[in-house]
């Protein structure tokens, strides 16, 4: 009980998130070849680090991603095996695209931070480029033309999620990206490892003192 | 610099510069060369007589208004048939960066950047080659900062993915939706490849007509070097209509003629697997794609800059091979019909690809126009001054919108104050008694405007910073399919308590000097002098208690690095 309480009050990041893409339409689509892009900036318009989204548990649908970033801004660390992603906002603008050759779905699994920036939401955006260089439009209405938007916490504001599918016109149409719960854990912030630490350190400070009388 | 928008309806009417038994007619456009090979816009009559500018050679109203102008700055142009846009190369519009594309209207005025620099280009590289559809509504150029695609493969299996490519590209004149639309498809051991040349538009908009090495070197017959028609929705060839296997090729004669039946080119010939020794002109029917005459250039292996009349029965071409240059008209078997010569102006329309137009309109008569009545307000603090918005066209290519930003503004207001507009439209306003009404009276191509009410305000009234009234600012992303700029949405809510009169605007303050606000409303006069300021309820508005109201932001970041910024919320009467 009071570990759980604990670790509230640490804040825990935002509950792992499953988004998974119906990417069928991609396969045969001549807009290709595609691009992934992910994005995380700053709110604040500086570089403070306040949070950081890690991409990870990709499934392809048949379809497979390049290890390797065609582009990488700010930010960004990369694991190839298994396949998963970190963006950190070290820098105002943190961007990576993968070259993308698409199966029947795209998903991932989606946690981060929820540090909250006083001056405007960090956001992370999930984008599709296709062979025109620019990203597949989107009915995004902050005018992203991202599938995916998730503004972290702002001032009062908490975190909100975006899930949007192509535009009327576009050059392939999309159905909005289906969400579900994931028992993975989320990014742990700085504080819980301190929190961890502390628990820890309680534990053997208790030990040490032996059975209460 | 505040700026005070203002939208009118206007109705154009282009000249049909019909030949009349025969006789060219319209005019010739082209480049002024005022040393280095480049400068802005000049044109003159068929007949050679009436010589004329368009533009200046730089900064289009921030710079001299005669000739001989201080820097060269338009390299290649095009203009649209059917309503006389002119899309254009420039480099020196913005000298940190390279060439790139931008329109304007046929008299100079509304100039507007349509493409921008990617980076995430290894090499910063220019956008050249503009040529501008009949409708005016889109531009194919050529991009040198193209990235070749994932799983672009050279001979011998080498990989030539993300390598830099010059490609054939398409663009709104809004500058929307840029998009490749042919890159090079054959590469060599070591990813050498071809390059886009130059592409001209059908009348219908429906197909390319294009001149570039981007064929095939590999096969036997060796067509690297190519003139060929491309459908321009999925950049394949429709047809090769000539190529050769010597060095180079020409890229300045290409036209489609204004009716659609015809399609010409220079075309090299000679030299046998060496270096090309003549140049002839190509005519082809564009139904059968049968070869209509066959034309040798009258100096062997030179190059000739050459267009279609606007009624599609002759040639007119620049000849830089004579002195003093000449401009010369023949029909379409060769035949010369007239001649006279360029010595009176320093032209140089030979000094690139795309820097010659053959357009129907006649000096003196570009356009007429009937204008819609607005009602403006002038605020006449000390050194306050009125800027006239350039002309606007939709993606279709129709005016929406026009500035007056000619040389042809006149202006009088009722109360003895003056306001004087220069010659690239900045408007000064100078206040000499008190607040009070009058007039104002627009004039252009010698149509008049009715009247228009001016208010005068010698106070130099404010608009007052609006308490009760929050922002919220939503998050960034960069954004490629939005001119590569980064999009944020501020939220203005009035949680006063009751209702707040329009205009309210929103001042965006503290911004670095790198970062600008590409749709702003306009700049303060007040509040943060020179910031930018997004109008978000209009002065016919205006927002009840507990309402929101919601306007987007385009930041341009050059850097990528970041920018902060203050806000500050201003409404009522008087300037932001």
Known sequence: ?213 | MPRLALSWTLLLALGTGTAIGGAPSGEFLFVENVGAGLGGIWGVDVTGTNFFAITAASGFGFSATTPPYPSPDIQEFSQAKNNGRIGFMSLMMNPNDSARIYVMNGDGTGVKQVTFHNPSVSFNQSHSEPSISADGSKIVYVNAETIAPAGTMGAGGTNCSGTQTASYWVVNTDGTNPHVVRQPEFYDVHCNKGAAGEAVWSPDGTKLLVADSLGDFNSPANCQYEIAVVDPSTGNNIRTLACNNTWGITQVGLDWSPDGTKAMALVTCGGAGGEHTCTQWVVWDTSTWNVISTIPTPSGNDEFLTRFSPDSTMLGYYDQNVSPHTMNIMDLSGNPISSFSMASVNADPGGAAGSLVWSASTPGVLQTFTLGVPSIYVNSCPNYTLYIEPSEFNSSGALIAHGFTSANIDMTSGDGASIHVDGFGNAYFNATRNSGSGTLQLSSFDANSSTIPITTDQNCNCQVSTSGVTVARGGLRYVASSQQQFLQTLTVTNNSGGAVTGPINIVIQGLPSTVTVTNASGTTGCTSSGSPFMTVVPANGSLAAGQSASVQLDFRDPSLGGFTYTTAVTSGFGAP
């Open chain 1, 1 to 213: 009980m009071r570990l759980a309480l604990f670790l509230s009050v640490a804040g825990f990041g935002f509950g792992s998130t499953i988004l998974t893409l119906n990417t069928t339409p991609l396969e045969t689509s001549s807009a290709g070849p595609f691009t992934l892009d992910f994005q995380l900036n700053e709110g604040d318009g500086g570089s403070n680090n306040y949070n950081q989204v890690t991409l990870s548990n990709f499934g392809f649908g048949g379809g497979s991603v390049s290890g390797v970033p065609t582009s990488s801004t700010g930010g960004i660390t990369v694991t190839p095996s298994p396949f998963a992603v970190l963006l950190a906002e070290t820098s105002f603008f943190n961007d990576v695209q993968f070259d993308f050759t698409p199966g029947s779905s795209l998903s991932f699994t989606f946690s981060s931070t929820t540090n909250n920036d006083p001056v405007a939401p960090d956001t992370f955006t999930f984008a599709i480029y296709d062979n025109s260089g620019n990203e597949i439009a989107t009915t995004n209405p902050s005018g992203f033309d991202s599938f995916v938007e998730v503004d972290l916490p702002s001032g009062n504001a908490g975190v909100n999620t975006i899930l949007s599918g192509s535009a009327p016109g576009a050059s392939v149409m999309l159905n909005p990206p289906t969400q579900g719960s994931s028992s993975s854990p989320s990014v742990p912030e700085p504080s819980y490892f301190a929190a961890i630490s502390l628990l820890a350190a309680a534990l053997v400070w208790k030990t040490r003192r032996g059975p209460e009388v």
